[in-house]
């Protein structure tokens, strides 16, 4: 049984067909990449995953139990998390008070939640030096940071995470993929949505190509950096 | 890092050594009408707490404010008066009178964001201000008088007013610093994402109102021992207009807003003073010009002045800057 698993999932937005009969699954302790181009629908996937849009036809399981068009707030609290796009901080918040937010669903359990903040800190040491700044004030990259963390610190059973290097420096992505390997390696799975490819897939273990609302490749990361089609449209050889 | 006498110099600890100097030396000298100003002031930075507290930072706009204030002068009178209650007996009616309306409006502006809960509040506060006027309990238009017995001097009334406008703001302080703040600026800034990660919404901005409604409350048991009456006048938008006034003037969301934009107090009190009858209403149109061109100029308010900002904005820039230095050496 995979951990999440997605079968023939429609999704109609505005008398717009965006999903066409997308399926996919991630296994415990996997780190799967979806790339595609701009518009291909990846956002809504995920969106659609967490129930923050309806879905018109498929089926949504995680953990072997069905979460189609659940309320967003249930999925937070049964550990399935999204890093959003574009980060998403609460810019007037310090970067501490960023972080407990994630850990809303468990607030009253103090030791959980400060065990959890230390194990963020531990992973961005950064973040720990400054959590007393109000979000709006890091960098991206850090923000970026904060906004992985917030994820983590809802103890997520998979994570995730959407467009991972929009907006950011080439060196802050290199640092941000390496993160989210290590971040793998520990034991957490991942599904990772992705326009910048050749990163993407370098660290994929499966990876899937979604182009126009449906998936049209799928393989090990490895396998798809070396597919002729993947080179010519994602990776510019 | 240490800090020298240099550090302490600017702007921001001149301002507060004037400002400690005025709320120390005003009793010393004031005459009788430079007193009411300065219990006015500190009323309406007391009230502008409140307003900061729901509206800069939950992000819930309160257009009606004097509603809640109004329901604690009246809570006060009506119990000192119709109902024989002490003067703890007329804050608790005052505070549950506003419980009582902080949830009716966060019920009726049931989706309680942005021109919901604004209708609601205008709804209500319509109803109440004429329904003041209109009952015997409430005395009518011209309003119940406060035993005299409870006549305080100037002085008094000055030092009472000037703990609580110190008690809202560090109610304002406690509150962001704690979980609950925590939630209002999240709900505030982005209620979506606040939402998909378990908040609450609908409970916090109900919470929101009941604590900004009761501060307001405890502001309006004292005015009721001001002016030692009621009237529903209390409950006026020439009131509600100054609170926000003083807000958005000062800073939105800022524990320091109030006490920045409470000049425009000063000013309206002043000018009311010199003014003859007939231009009375002047200070709106100045209320306005200053909305406009605050609006305009500085959208953040006083407190959103680069003076007041952190030095460095950037926490890598911090960084950046410390190597520096040690690579110089």
Known sequence: MMLLQISNLEVVLGGLQILQDVSLGVNEGELVVVVGANGAGKSTLLRTICGMNPCA???????????????????AGEGLCMVPEGRQLFPELTARENLLMGAYHYRKDKKRVLDNLERCYAMFPVLKKYEGRIASTFSGGEQQMISIARGLMSDPRIMMIDEL?????????????????????????????????????????????????????????????NNDRVKEAYLGL | MKKDLKDYLNIKTLLLVLLVA???????????????????????????ESWNLLSGMSGLFSIAHALFFGLGVYGMTIGMTKLGLPVVGGILLGLAANVVMALIVGFVGSKLSGLYF????????????????????????????????????????????????????????????????????????????????????????????????????????????????????????????????????????????????????????????????????????????VLIVMALLKPKGIMGSKIFQPKETDARSVENKKAAAKAQK
């Open chain 2, 22 to 48: 005025l709320v120390i030396f005003i009793p010393v000298w004031g005459n009788r009408r430079y007193m009411n100003i300065a219990i006015l002031v500190l009323m309406y930075i007391g009230l502008g």
């Open chain 2, 118 to 289: 604004t209708m609601a509040l205008i709804a209500l506060h319509a109803i109440i201000y004429t329904l003041a006027g209109q009952m015997s309990f409430t005395g009518y238009a011209l309003g119940l008088s406060m035993p005299r017995e409870y006549l305080m001097s100037r002085r008094a009334l000055y030092f009472l007013v000037l703990g609580l406008a110190i008690l809202m703001m560090l109610i304002f302080v406690w509150v962001r610093k704690s979980r609950i703040g925590t939630n209002f600026v999240a709900l505030k800034e982005n209620p979506d994402l606040a939402v998909s990660l378990g908040s609450n919404i609908r409970g916090w901005r109900i919470l929101a109102v009941i604590i900004s409604a009761m501060m307001a409350s405890i502001m309006g048991a004292f005015y009721a021992f001001y002016m030692m009456a009621n009237t529903p006048e209390v409950f006026a938008s020439t009131i509600s207009l100054r609170i926000i006034m003083v807000c958005m003037v000062g800073g939105l969301g800022n524990v320091w807003g109030p006490v920045m934009g409470c000049w425009l107090i000063v000013f309206d009190e002043l000018v009311r003073g010199v003014m003859p009858s007939k231009f009375a209403s002047f200070a709106v149109v100045v209320y306005a010009l």
């Open chain 1, 57 to 75: 036809a498929g089926k949504v399981e995680f953990c072997g139990r069905e979460i189609t068009n659940q309320a967003s707030h249930d999925g």
């Open chain 1, 165 to 225: 290097s929009l907006g950011l420096a080439p060196l802050v992505v290199e640092e941000l993929f390496k993160t989210i390997k290590q971040l793998n390696a520990t034991g957490m799975s991942i599904l990772l949505i992705e326009q910048n490819a050749r990163q993407a897939l370098r660290i994929a273990d499966r990876a899937y190509v979604l182009e126009s609302g449906k998936i049209t490749m799928e393989g090990t990361g490895q396998e798809l950096l």
